[in-house]
């Protein structure tokens, strides 16, 4: 990945956790240096600090390049995630094979576009960078839209189990949608209102794009305020000029609106007043209950074009057969992709992402080993699915959930791996996206046994819950846990948590600092932290129950109509 693209891995798609990192005492259980091929280092059973830290280790060399998607680090990176399913006795995932192959689809758009709109019957230019930012998905060269007729559909969402609609009784086929980033709570501060303050599926720019695709709208805006997308219009810029990746459109049974992009506050209110509205009015409106869509005396006219590149990276599958039904699944995951080596940038231009994501791979290797190697082989089927593409756009998982190995309504739950944080045992463990599915219910009957409690993440206001691959099961319907370091340590409480998150995010985060460092590393919160998610899915695999998500949850309609027979846990 170039430089150039981090503010969008950053800030638009990837979690991968901003927390965790390394103590200044050395850990006194930190496993001596182990020798420099995968090959001598003798592999155990259960799951353990020594063999945890030899797959980081190797996965976060400076031979693996940064793990970049494209490269011959990807090659190495692969080649070792199958080398060790093979080694372990897991079965290829894929048919006969341990790749999938995921097709992707580089999307540069000129930025010489400009919007053409008449407003009260005035031409009006908006400028690629300085008032909006434009593109599109569908893969096409050159995109054409005239005199689209442009509607405000105040957030842009459509959630019935919130009894509510911002597109109702309006059709906007061909029409273009201007709506507010956010969610009616968070602007309104109304904690009665989409979880107030806390960000939900339907405060994501994603969703908005997605459902305008769905209602049929030719082009969709966001209206940027600094507040509510929590980030300045520099960012939107920045993530939005250069290259944009995704699956190519064949691939994505998601329909795509042909243009989607930003506008800035100024260039929305300029364009309101000048169709004789006032947007903080509409503003407003937005946030109440029974808000009506908007038509404005407006249109649009956009000539778009794009250069193109395809390209191909790989994801790895195993699988571990159940006994009784292996039809059925369990579904382990982690990205295992990171920025790559940065040409041109001097010192150590080796992003090896250590922390994000090789503690996550080595977790699942962790896991696979001890599932293949437990005396009693699990009922229903366990899969491991290493992702590519996660910092490009969670495309590897969204291509996997696309075309799945185990069908959707066969697969049990998703449990993600993504940044372990290498900073000791602690007495919470992190839930993002707390009060989500029921597969809390089990994280709460093992982490009881360890005098453990549940928390929330710390920024719920940043939707983290949305911006790891496990939230394309979820979008799809399969409850999916996403589980990551707690932040009261048992050596220096919250105090010390925190500092720890501060530092990772600061020193290490995304930066190619994230490297391994045996001397510094404390593993046993890690090893607590993946026996803990043993546990959960050493009962889903027995337990015969089909985990859904809490009542309220915008994805159980999806798991409801997958599981008309199927009984619902307990
Ligand atoms: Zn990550």
């Known amino acids: 990945m170039r430089h150039a693209l981090l503010p969008l891995a950053l800030l638009a798609v990837c979690a991968c956790s901003p927390r965790g990192t390394d103590q200044p005492a050395a850990a006194a259980d930190a496993p001596a240096a182990t020798s420099a091929t995968a090959g001598t280092h003798a592999f155990d059973a259960t799951i353990n600090q020594g063999d945890f830290a030899e797959h980081v280790r190797q996965l976060a060399s400076d031979e693996f390049g940064g793990r970049a998607p494209g490269t011959p680090g990807e090659e190495k990176t692969i080649e070792y995630i199958k080398a060790q399913f093979a080694r372990i006795g897991l079965q290829p995932g894929n048919g006969s094979d341990w790749f999938q192959t995921v097709p992707m689809v580089e999307t540069t758009a000129d930025e010489s576009t400009a919007l053409n709109l008449t407003v009260a019957g005035t031409p009006q230019v908006l400028k690629f960078g300085s008032d909006m930012v434009i593109g599109t998905r569908t893969g096409q060269a050159q995109v054409n839209i005239k005199d689209s007729p442009l509607v405000f559909v105040g957030y842009g969402v459509d959630a019935p189990e919130h009894d509510w609609n911002d597109y109702a009784g309006i059709d906007v086929k061909g029409k273009t949608v201007v709506m507010l980033v956010n969610d009616p709570g968070f602007h309104a501060g109304d904690a009665k209102l989409f979880d107030g303050k806390r960000m939900t599926y339907y405060g994501r720019w994603t969703y908005k794009f997605d459902e305008a695709a769905l209602k049929g709208a030719s082009a969709a805006l966001i209206i940027h305020d600094t507040e509510g997308a929590s980030y300045g219009w520099d960012v939107v810029k920045n993530s939005w000029s250069g290259p944009q990746y995704d699956l190519p459109a064949k691939d994505d049974p998601a329909p795509r609106a042909p243009a989607q992009g930003w506008i800035s506050a100024d260039a929305a209110t300029a364009l309101f007043k000048a169709a004789g509205q006032d947007l903080s009015k509409l503003r407003a409106a937005a946030n109440k209950r029974g808000f009506k869509p908007m038509p404005l005396d407006a249109t649009l006219s956009l000539d778009l ?183 009261d340590l048992l050596e220096g409480g919250l105090a010390a948590g925190d500092a720890a998150g501060k530092d990772y995010t600061e020193n290490r985060y995304h930066k190619a600092a994230d490297q391994f460092d045996a001397a510094t590393w404390k593993f046993d919160g890690i090893i607590q932290d993946l026996e803990t998610v043993q546990a959960i899915g050493q009962a889903l695999a027995n337990n015969g129950q089909w985990p859904n998500w809490y009542e309220g949850n915008p994805f159980k309609a999806a798991r409801d109509k997958m599981l008309p027979a199927a009984p619902v846990a307990k």
Request: charged letters at 20%; proline letters at 5%; aromatic letters at 8%.
């Open 305 to 487: 074009k794009s250069t193109t590149v395809e390209k191909t990276s790989r994801n790895v599958v195993g699988l571990l057969p159940g006994s009784e039904t292996p039809d059925e699944a369990i579904v382990y995951m982690a990205h295992w992709d990171h920025l790559g080596t940065h040409e041109g940038e001097t010192g150590d231009n080796i992003y090896n992402g250590a922390v994000d994501n090789a503690t996550g791979v080595a977790g699942i290797i962790e896991l696979a080993e001890a599932f293949r190697k437990a005396p009693t082989p699990p009922k229903r089927s366990i899969l491991f699915l290493a992702v590519t593409l996660e910092e490009s756009g969670l495309l590897g998982s969204k291509y996997y959930v696309a075309h799945p190995v185990v069908p959707l309504d066969k697969t049990v739950g998703v449990i993600n791996l993504d940044a372990l944080a290498p900073v000791g045992k602690a007495r919470d463990i992190t839930v993002v996206g707390q009060g989500s599915s029921q597969l809390e219910d089990l994280l709460k009957t093992v982490i009881d046994t360890q005098q453990r409690k549940a928390v929330s993440e710390t920024n719920t206001a940043a939707g983290y819950y949305f911006r790891s691959d496990h939230f394309n099961f979820a979008k799809a319907g399969v409850p999916a846990l996403y589980v990551d370091s707690g932040t």
